[in-house]
T-cell receptor, first 113, second 113 residues
């Protein structure tokens, strides 16, 4: 079992709709969760962080965390063509001696005009 | 401070040559991470530092790879006797402490011919 799993996509969403990206993780002790956006040929850009159960909203982005289900999601409202990118889920156990970010393989999102 | 800086942005080298990459983290960040990313995959952890101390090194990292952060500021990653399989994007990230938001540099794209 991979430590962080994402559906690789591609996920196609019409412009203006809600894009929903999902991620599951295996380490139940994980404490910190991040979503990165990566355009082709570029480096990952941090867009959301979440540390506690529930929802966290930032503009058009909402991150959702459910530690009991070991599940993190990212919602993008009013999707724009500029949102077309690969979205990487990253998890940090935050336990002493194991504090590195572990990434999923990413979900490729395409917004259709 | 404009963020994490990596140099060079691109490097083409012949198989068997040594290469060295540099990373300058965000100045107040104690943590510095090196990752490698190949096409279609998420970033793969290589090593990380807390100040000048190298706290963890991936088992996937062969003895040809070495990283340093001598004064707790910038870091270098050296690959000796490069192989074609080393071709990848090498990413550096920094964060305040473990478990907090990590920001990536623009990466160094290595091509071994």
């Amino acid at each position: 079992q991979k430590e962080v799993e994402q559906n690789s996509g591609p996920l196609s969403v019409p412009e203006g709709a809600i894009a929903s990206l999902n991620c599951t993780y295996s380490d139940r002790g994980s404490q910190s969760f991040f979503w990165y956006r990566q355009y082709s040929g570029k480096s990952p850009e941090l867009i959301m962080s979440i540390y506690s159960n529930g929802d966290k909203e930032d503009g058009r982005f909402t991150a959702q965390l459910n530690k009991a289900s070991q599940y993190v999601s990212l919602l993008i409202r009013d999707s724009q063509p500029s949102d077309s990118a690969t979205y990487l889920c990253a998890v940090n156990p935050s336990n002493f001696g194991n504090e590195k970010l572990t990434f999923g393989t990413g979900t490729r999102l395409t917004i259709i005009p | 401070d404009t963020g994490v800086s990596q140099d060079p942005r691109h490097k083409i080298t012949k198989r068997g040559q040594n290469v060295t990459f540099r990373c300058d983290p965000i100045s107040e960040h104690n943590r510095l991470y090196w990752y490698r990313q190949t096409l279609g995959q998420g970033p793969e952890f290589l090593t990380y530092f807390q100040n000048e101390a190298q706290l963890e090194k991936s088992r996937l990292l062969s003895d040809r790879f070495s990283a340093e952060r001598p004064k707790g500021s910038f870091s270098t990653l050296e690959i000796q006797r490069t192989e074609q399989g080393d071709s990848a994007m090498y990413l550096c990230a920094s964060s305040m402490t473990g478990g907090t938001e990590a920001f990536f540099g623009q990466g160094t794209r290595l091509t071994v011919v």
